[in-house]
Nanobody
């Protein structure tokens, strides 16, 4: 079954760091782009960043300089390294990929930034 599975969400204090992981089936991982999104209650899902098959990355202005996306080709894994976390970073973080032109989403992992 083609799927994405996120993990690593936790409660962390402001200024702290956290790494999220996304496990992808081979068919999804082999596609050109994978991305991270996040969502808080009452708001639309927000783009966080993306990475191409070649390793090029792009980030939203709100996380640029604090978050970093990487991928492990051998393990079909994508990572989101988050640092200098703020309360506004709180939300459910989703992994996104494609099979052809069809978007595939994981179930999400909760990140809470609070003292």
């Amino acid at each position: 079954q083609e799927r994405l599975v996120e993990s690593g969400g936790a409660l962390v204090q402001p200024g702290g760091s956290l790494r999220l992981s996304c496990s992808a089936s081979a068919r999804i991982f082999s596609n050109k782009v994978m991305a991270w999104y996040r969502q808080t209650p009452g708001k639309e899902r927000e783009f966080v960043g993306k990475i191409t098959a070649g390793g090029a990355t792009e980030y939203s202005d709100s996380v640029k300089g604090r978050f970093s996306i990487s991928r492990d080709i051998r393990r079909n894994m994508m990572y989101l390294q988050m640092s200098s976390l703020k309360p506004d970073d709180t939300g459910v973080y989703y992994c996104n990929g494609f099979i052809g032109t069809a978007a595939v989403w994981g179930q999400g992992t909760q990140v809470t930034v609070s003292s």
